[in-house]
């Protein structure tokens, strides 16, 4: 008989689909932010923005925008984290995915490794607002009380 509570078996199929998700929505929500802030700053729109490390700054107001749009950012990242993962356990698993998936897409798009002390900052940062917050959400979620009232007794259970 298979139990309904949870799920204990490695499905490759639904991790690969998860890290995808997450890879997405955090670079389309990324760049809806970076969009956004470009229009605040009156800046043009280009990938720079994202993967260039040279953008974090803050000398000026669009280098604050940007620091801004990741930070930002990563909240919504622990929203996905809540709504995609759903896990606690597994949530700074999929933030260290997606910040050393986005080290290497820096690292290539700038044909050189990041060696700014504010990249680096800047993105420890954002993933421990990331999983902190992520974590906290799916905690919530998974400490939620089970009914065990008369109407949950009448109830058919699988188990």
């Given amino acids: 008989m298979k139990s309904g509570f949870r799920n204990t078996q490695w499905d490759p199929i639904i991790l690969i689909s998860q890290i995808i998700a997450m890879q997405c929505l955090l670079y389309v929500s990324l760049g809806l932010l970076m ?3 470009d229009e605040i700053a009156g800046a043009n729109h280009t990938l720079d923005h994202l993967f ?3 953008e974090i700054h803050v000398t000026d107001v669009g280098g604050r925008l940007v620091i801004l749009a990741f930070v930002l950012n990563s909240m919504i990242g622990a929203l996905a984290l809540w709504f995609i993962v759903r ?3 597994l949530c700074l698993d999929f933030c260290c995915t997606f910040h050393i998936f986005h ?5 290539w798009f700038n044909s050189s490794f990041p060696w700014t002390f504010s990249w680096w900052l800047l993105n420890c940062v ?3 607002i ?3 917050l992520g974590e906290v959400l799916c905690l919530k979620t998974e400490l939620k009380e089970i009914p065990v009232g008369y109407s949950a007794l009448n109830t058919k259970a699988d188990l």
């Fill in 35 to 37: 969009f956004f802030m």
């Fill in 52 to 54: 260039q490390y040279h």
């Fill in 87 to 89: 896990r606690t356990k």
């Fill in 103 to 107: 080290l290497f897409v820096c690292w």
């Fill in 130 to 132: 990331m999983c902190a």
């Fill in 126 to 128: 954002c993933a421990t």
